[in-house]
C-alpha cells in the first residue's frame, strides 16, 4: 500500500474562461467499439466542449490530474479534470480537496462526523480526514475526465504485429 495524500501542483489549475469557445462537429452516427459498422458522416450539429462539460462557468475550472491513486476511474497522470464547485459534494462523488496544506483527487465518503478520502487503485490508502485537527476543505466536485487514449506497451505492440504477420501467412498459403 502507498501511504500519500498524491498531491495535485498548484501550477495544474486554471479557471474556465468563458470567452475561449471553438466550435467542433458532433457527428449524429455512433463509433462501434466491437467490429467496425459503416459510419455515417452526417455532421448533427456544432459542438463546444466547453458547453458540453460546464455547468457553472463562474464556479469551474480545470485541474491536470498527477499520480496514479485515481487510475481505477479512468484519472491518469494528466488527466485534465473539469471541476464544479457548485455543485454539492455527496458520498461518492470524486472530488478536489485541500488536506493540510496540499490538494488531491478522490472519491469523498462522509458518515457522520468522519470524512474518508478513497483513492481508486488499491495500492493506496485511504486519507482519515479528523475534523478540527486537519486542515480540509473541499474544492469542488469532477464532473468530467478528459484523458488521452492509453498507448499500448512494447509487448502489446508485438502481439499486434505478429498477429498482422500471422494472418497474411495464412492468407498467403490460402492463395497458392
Request: proline content about 9%; charged content about 20%; glycine content about 6%.
Amino acid at each position: 500500500m502507498i501511504d500519500t495524500i498524491d498531491p495535485i501542483p498548484p501550477g495544474n489549475i486554471w479557471l474556465v474562461d468563458p470567452e475561449k469557445r471553438l466550435p467542433i462537429p458532433l457527428y449524429s452516427s455512433t463509433v462501434q467499439a466491437g467490429f467496425p459498422n459503416p459510419a455515417e458522416t452526417h455532421i448533427e450539429t456544432r459542438l463546444n466542449l466547453q458547453d458540453l462539460c460546464v455547468q457553472h462557468p463562474d464556479a469551474t475550472y480545470f485541474v491536470r490530474a498527477a499520480g496514479e491513486s485515481m487510475i481505477d476511474d479512468d484519472i491518469f497522470p494528466g488527466s485534465i479534470l473539469v471541476v464544479d464547485s457548485a455543485i454539492p459534494i455527496r458520498t461518492g462523488s470524486i472530488v478536489v480537496a485541500w488536506v493540510n496544506g496540499d490538494c488531491c483527487v478522490k472519491r469523498f465518503v462522509r458518515v457522520g462526523k468522519m470524512i474518508t478520502l478513497f483513492p481508486s487503485n488499491p495500492a493506496f490508502t485511504p486519507i482519515y480526514v479528523h475534523i478540527g485537527v486537519d486542515q480540509f476543505d473541499t474544492l469542488g466536485v469532477v464532473i468530467h475526465v478528459v484523458s488521452k487514449p492509453k498507448k499500448w506497451n512494447q509487448d502489446q505492440l508485438n502481439t499486434a504485429v505478429e498477429h498482422v504477420r500471422t494472418r497474411r501467412r495464412k492468407q498467403h498459403v490460402r492463395e497458392l
